[in-house]
């Protein structure tokens, strides 16, 4: 099988040269055998079929090869000295290539010490989203607990029309449409200063929880004032760039959503990587938190009830030839927006299990090689709140990660204790 990486897929790609590694990771306590890791991980290869696939890029466009003599996916084993140690191994996976000979497009770092391990999933971003690798978490412990159970292969699509139902037609306006649109976007990126050079690799992540009692009150919290933990997160950010950054900040946040709401063809556990995207604006009103949530989570429920998702994927593929712009474009500018904030909510992830326990799940960090690599994610799993907060020092310095980071969570903090002041 070959099949040409989609638009989304392409960007996520960058080139050959250029790693843009997602890692996942989780914690724990107990013991496990390592012969029913390399069966789970056997089974979870044999399941998917971009982890029986290569990317060959050798052309101008790259293309998804089935690679009939894939090898396994590896193991590599580090030493865990510290509750520190999953990031250090997470910041060496960021720019480590999947070029090597018959290399499936995975790997897993067992960091491993007396009573605990972390477990820490590596995908290249071009064949993940967060809905992607949290399936693969949840079987991956599935099937170390229980090694013989069965795991339903699925066919991969073949190009974007297999993702469309059969009652959307392409017209002639359409692709009329796609055909102009695609030209403006060549026009437009000729005008713009782009560059192929990789942005140098002095990327970071800042990890942080909050307790579950206040993960719980900040819940409570917003289902009081008919608002979102979402919202909530997005509003104190935005707040706290402000307040740390002043006139530079942009008081705009971008939201990924998740795309499986929309297109019945990919499935909860089916491999995938394009996110589209909403742009959301702070209310720069002396309005009080909580107003601003509200009209936040309202702005966010209109611009995804008006998303045309399978329009989305269809015109997308028009602008293939202008991806390379596209990609030397977001490595130059610094854009409009102070972060990208991709919330994965619940993890519906099991906690116990017969020989082990699942202490906690960190996050995702990826290193973004765009100018603006500002990226939070965020997590909740056994009742805590977990980020990952990630930038590049030419473009955020940590200090100033580490100033937001706290400022947001003063704010979340003060508005939480409001309520009990009065």
């Known amino acids: 099988m070959k099949r040409r990486l989609i638009l989304g897929e392409r960007i996520m790609h960058v080139d050959a040269k250029t790693p843009l590694n997602c890692v996942f990771g989780a914690k724990i306590s107990g013991k496990f055998n390592a012969e029913n890791l390399h069966k789970a991980l056997y089974k979870i290869q044999q399941k ?30 580090a030493d865990r000295l510290t509750d520190e140690d999953w990031l250090k191994q997470s910041k060496i996976e960021w720019y480590k290539l999947f070029d090597a000979p018959n290399e499936p497009l995975a790997r897993l770092v067992w960091v491993k010490g007396e009573t605990e391990s972390d477990l820490l999933l590596v995908l290249p971003h071009c064949i993940c989203d967060g809905t992607t690798i949290l399936n693969l978490m949840r079987e991956l412990m599935t099937l170390i607990d229980n090694p013989e159970q069965d795991l339903a292969p699925y066919p991969s699509f073949l190009s974007v029309r297999d993702l469309l139902p059969n009652d959307f037609a392409i017209t002639k306006v359409a692709h009329f449409k796609g055909k102009i649109f695609a030209a403006l976007g060549r026009l437009f990126f000729f005008f713009k200063a782009t560059s192929n050079n990789n942005v140098d690799r002095s990327n970071y992540a800042v990890h942080w929880k909050i307790s579950q009692e206040d993960t719980k009150n900040l819940l409570t919290k917003c289902k009081e004032e008919n608002t979102t933990v979402h919202a909530a997160i997005c509003v104190a950010f935005m ?91 977001l490595k130059t500018t610094k854009g409009t927006h102070d972060v990208t904030l991709s919330n994965m909510g619940l993890l519906n992830v099991p906690k116990d299990y017969k020989n082990f326990t699942l202490e906690t799940i960190y996050s995702p960090t990826v290193a973004f090689p765009w100018k603006n690599a500002n990226t939070l994610v965020c997590s909740t799993f056994n009742g805590q709140l977990d980020f990952s907060f990630m930038s590049n020092e030419s473009f955020l310095r940590e200090f100033e990660a580490w100033q937001i980071k706290d400022k947001a969570i003063e704010l979340i903090k003060e508005n939480l204790n409001e309520l009990a002041n009065v």
């Open 239 to 329: 707040e706290a760039f402000k307040h740390v950054q002043g006139t530079k900040a942009h008081g705009k946040v971008i939201c990924p959503v998740d795309i499986r709401r929309f297109v019945e063809a990919i499935k909860q556990d089916t491999m995938f990587a394009f996110a589209p995207i909403v742009e959301l604006k702070l209310d720069q009103t002396k309005n009080d938190f909580w107003t601003k949530t509200r009209k936040l989570k309202t702005d966010l429920e209109a611009k995804v009830a008006e998303m045309k998702v399978y329009d989305l994927l269809s015109m997308s593929e028009y602008f293939h030839s202008s991806v390379n712009k596209m990609i030397g474009f």
């Open 48 to 77: 998917h079929p971009l982890l029986q696939m290569n990317i060959d890029a050798t052309g101008k466009t790259p293309y998804f090869v089935r690679n009939e003599n894939i090898g396994k996916i590896p193991v590599r084993i």
